[in-house]
């Protein structure tokens, strides 16, 4: 989603959308444009195209990583109440069927009604305490999207490496930046919703009993 907004806010068309549990996921935009030099590499030899890079390119990856880390700030800081985890479920919710939509295999559609399922049956149990947990494979997803491309073998690559592929810097070092930002604002959303929400357990639970009671 974050790729797609960026792109399209720099002028760039939207080409392909796809989330294939074969090849991986992959947002292809067209019309970003290479405007400025390449540093050289002496252990590569460049074509054409790869003397150039895209500034607004750089910028439609980079907001990947990105978006998905303020989401997954979001998710874990709204882990530390009930009610809030609550309300997040329910973007998770619509996330999982925008996924559904755009599926391209039955693996696709089967895991997504599995997961809608479990998202229904967390509601269930404690007033909806399970709900607090969603938010870490959100804000972590780029380091999944690596191994997706580099341990499972799927087609299309990850966002470190395309990283790799407009600047030459390696797809480990871009793996390792992002993987630290990551660290950082999962460390600032435990921080923040610890400030944020102090309640005790007795009071958080009766404002869940009051709030969609399951």
């Not at 991986?24 to 970003?32: A, E, M």
């Not at 800081?77 to 039955?106: C, E, M, N």
């Not at 600047?167 to 919703?193: K, Y």
Request: aromatic share 14%.
């Amino acid at each position: 989603m974050f790729h797609v907004l960026m792109g399209v806010l720099c002028g760039g068309r939207l080409q392909a959308f796809v989330i294939d549990p074969n090849l991986g996921g992959y947002t292809g935009i067209s019309g970003l444009k290479r405007t400025l030099p390449r540093l050289p590499d002496p252990h590569t030899i460049l074509t054409a195209e790869q003397l150039y890079w895209s500034p607004s390119g750089v910028a439609t990856l980079v907001a990947g990583p990105i978006g998905s880390a303020v989401v997954g700030f979001l998710y874990i800081f709204a882990g530390f109440d009930i009610v809030a985890s609550k309300i997040a479920s329910f973007t998770i919710a619509l996330g999982l069927l925008v996924a559904g939509w755009y599926g391209l295999h039955w693996i696709t559609y089967v895991s997504v009604v599995c997961s809608e399922a479990v998202l229904v049956g967390m509601w269930f149990g404690s007033h909806g305490s399970a709900l607090r947990f969603l938010g870490v494979n959100h804000l972590f997803y780029s380091l999944w999207d690596y191994l997706e491309e580099t341990v499972f073998g799927k087609t299309n690559p990850s966002d470190c490496h395309e990283l790799q592929r407009h600047l030459g810097v390696p797809a480990e070092t871009w793996l390792a930046l992002i993987f630290l930002f990551e660290a950082l604002v999962f460390m600032a959303a435990i921080m923040a919703g610890i400030v944020v929400f102090k309640k005790t357990p007795e009071q958080m639970y009766a404002d869940a009993a009051g709030f969609l009671p399951t």
